[in-house]
């Protein structure tokens, strides 16, 4: 999953940014509320936390800005102790939740899990394609019974294709939800990594569940029908 992150004030940008890529997020981080902007018009992201108070341009009206052009991506917002105001006005400008500062990480990320769960998404916590299994709260893999171990980046990348179970993902679509524009450079990557995922799922199990298809991408599937 890939989020962004705008807050200006570099310690805490620091502290969510590292935790989210050590959880297994493709993050991008931003300091002021232009350059947010920017960033949540130019790239598919699955969550975007926002800090309210900023430079530029504040957390509300990037906000407002965001959701009038259309972009729906649920909005995180951290804002101060007492800023039931704050709240009340980013709520009503679209936010879908808010974590007051200071908080704890893993209520970051339980607050995030939540977002994700939300419509379009697979509903769950607990993942399924044929005997693939994806706990995205613990972190556990399994397939057949068999524990997988993943690192952070394989995990992503199998969080997305089994949050869209036999849909045909073309590597521009996966590269946007799970890399940050740091890897942009190299589009092979995918393919890279599509295999050091496959070595982890598929071999030694019976039927391939990572599927290429010719020319435009990959799918996880359990179909039989579709070998
Ligand atoms: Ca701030």
Known sequence: MRVLVVEDEVGIAQFISQGLSEAGYAVDMTNDGQSGLDYALAAEYDIIVLDIMLPQMDGLQLLRKMRSQGIKTPVLLLTARDGIEDRVKGLDAGADDYLSKPFAFPE????????????????????KVGDLEMDVATREVRRAGKTITLSPREFTLLEYFMRHPRQVLTRTQIIEHT????????????????GYLRR????????????????????????????
């Open 108 to 127: 970051l990320l339980a607050r995030l899990r939540a977002l994700l769960r939300r419509p379009n998404l697979q509903q769950d916590t607990i993942l």
């Open 179 to 194: 890399w940050n524009f740091d890897f942009y450079e190299n589009s092979n990557v995918i393919d890279v990594y599509v």
């Open 200 to 227: 982890k799922i598929d071999q030694g199990f019976d039927k391939p569940l990572l599927k290429t298809v010719r020319g435009v991408g990959y799918r996880l599937s359990a179909d039989i029908t579709d070998d």
